[in-house]
């Protein structure tokens, strides 16, 4: 099994066991590059049956934009929660596989273990493409927040474990919920995610990965007005 699920075949209840199959070749420690030199951003972005797929590649000490590319797909899977993964690594490994720069590690649009059966989009992609991967949402999916005690995160607890932490990007800005993808540990996931903000909300790679997708969205949309 790959991981992904013809539309011919789909099911909720295959799609279930194919994420619980892969939760558990989730590696939650530390497999990473001594030092790190290029990260990336993963998004998608959807118009009429078409998913964009989005990667932006920064330098991991400096943040300097390097590399971003795109990919079209029809969408072949229909929008079921806690199942986006199945829409969306499609096109995020399209996109990837365009680039010339390999990432050392990939921030990722969407849960990773802070989800029902532990296989987020970030664990998702982390684990078909064997790399590192952290997964950062906006929204909280499951769990319970601690209280923050003084400091820029809180642990999520689910079903008796730390599924992840809402951090806080920036004082009086909602927290991000941050997420163990694949072969790295939550520690030094919240550390990737702290050093890769700035001015916003998002880190840069992802947001420049958002933004990227949004502006492909559009061209396609225009394109079919004209």
Request: glycine fraction near 6%.
């Amino acid at each position: 099994m790959t991981g992904s699920l013809s539309l011919i075949n789909f099911s909720t209840e295959k799609a279930y066991k194919t994420q619980i199959m892969l939760s558990k070749k989730v590696i939650r420690e530390d497999k990473l590059p001594n030092e790190l030199r290029y990260i990336a951003g993963v998004d998608v972005a959807y118009t009429n049956e078409l998913s964009i797929g989005a990667v932006a590649v920064f330098e991991y000490k400096s943040l300097r934009l390097v590399e971003c590319q795109t990919s079209v797909l029809r969408t072949v899977f229909p929008y079921i929660p806690t199942l986006l993964s199945f829409r969306e690594v499609p096109p995020s490994i399209s996109c990837i596989k365009r680039l010339k720069t390999s990432p050392d590690v990939i921030l990722v649009n969407g849960h990773g273990l802070a989800h029902p059966r532990r296989c987020g989009f970030a664990c998702h992609l982390g684990v078909v493409l064997k790399k590192p991967a952290i997964g950062i949402a906006k929204n909280k999916l499951v769990g319970e927040i601690e209280d923050f005690k003084g400091r820029d995160f809180a642990y999520i607890w689910h079903s008796g474990e730390i599924v992840g932490v809402a951090l806080m990007p920036a004082p009086r800005v909602k927290p991000i919920y941050v997420s163990i993808g694949n072969m790295v540990s939550l520690e030094t996931a919240i550390n990737i995610v702290r050093r890769c903000l700035q001015n916003s909300r998002l880190p840069e790679p992802l947001k420049a990965a958002h933004n990227v997708a949004s502006q492909a969205k559009k061209l396609l949309e225009n394109a079919k007005t004209d």
